[in-house]
């Protein structure tokens, strides 16, 4: 949308610019009409090159939208990748901690009975 207005901007400033200069100068009928087309060439060309630049910024911005596209692809991937392998080295250690607690719960429990209550000491 800034393109489109900077466009019109440009081709609307360029316009009255041109106007003004050639209604504003002294000159014959003859060197009025060759001014003008004169103008009037430089004003296509202008928008000719306009029109080669707006569309290069657009290829360009699509080509940087697509290579952005790949790159968040690529870095899901790796995430997911990476998430998978830290799954796959934590699942000894996991099955480690939980027997760990199973022998502590044993233990405790073990404990538990073989420690007269303080009912019977009493």
Known sequence: MKAK???IGF???T???GAATLLA???S???FRNRIKTNAEEMKTTIDELKVK???IKDDSLEATQISKETVKTFISDVQVVIENWKQEIEPNKNEL???VQEI???LKQLETSIPTSKNNS
């Open 25 to 27: 100068a002294p000159s």
């Open 54 to 56: 707006m569309q290069n």
């Open 15 to 17: 316009v009255v610019a």
């Open 105 to 107: 719960e044993t233990s």
């Open 98 to 100: 939980l027997k760990n």
């Open 5 to 7: 207005s900077l466009l």
């Open 11 to 13: 081709l609307t400033g």
């Open 29 to 31: 009928g003859k060197d």
